[in-house]
């Protein structure tokens, strides 16, 4: 079983490697923009993979929708540079984890920010509450 899913973990990342290329240097269409293909999810029969890519530069709706317009296109110039039994059929999906990813780390950088305003005095702070000063 672990031969199976190793199997699996290799042709998802030779597809994501192949499909990062062809994406670049076939796809013309300028509603695509600059995709970075994230990561590719095989069926266990091989007969489906899910592409999570992101898109910089172009509207990620029409960029998605584009590509899976193009998926059989994308699909037949796989099976020219892959050698599989079959070629799975392509479904691209928006991957927002690194759009989230910015998000959080803006509202870290909003809180470090926040924090910094608010830090208390060393002086005051050698002080400790409930010491009777003589």
Excluded: C, W
């Excluded at 029409?62 to 998926?71: K, R, V, Y």
């Amino acid at each position: 079983m672990a031969n199976v899913s190793n199997r699996m973990g290799r042709i998802a990342d030779q597809l994501r490697q192949e499909l990062a290329v062809l994406i670049r240097e076939e796809m013309r269409d300028p509603r695509i923009g600059m995709v970075s293909v994230t990561d590719v999810t095989v069926s266990k029969d091989l007969a489906n993979a899910n592409v999570y890519v992101t898109v910089l530069g172009a509207e990620a709706k029409p960029a998605i929708e584009t590509l899976n317009q193009a998926g059989g296109f994308l699909r037949s110039l796989l099976a020219k540079n892959i050698n599989l039994r079959t070629t799975p059929k392509l479904r691209f999906i928006y991957d927002k984890s690194i759009e989230q990813g910015r998000h959080l780390s803006a509202l870290i950088d909003e809180a470090l920010a926040q924090d910094a305003l608010h830090e208390p005095n060393d002086e005051s702070d050698a002080e400790t509450p409930g010491q009777d000063q003589h």
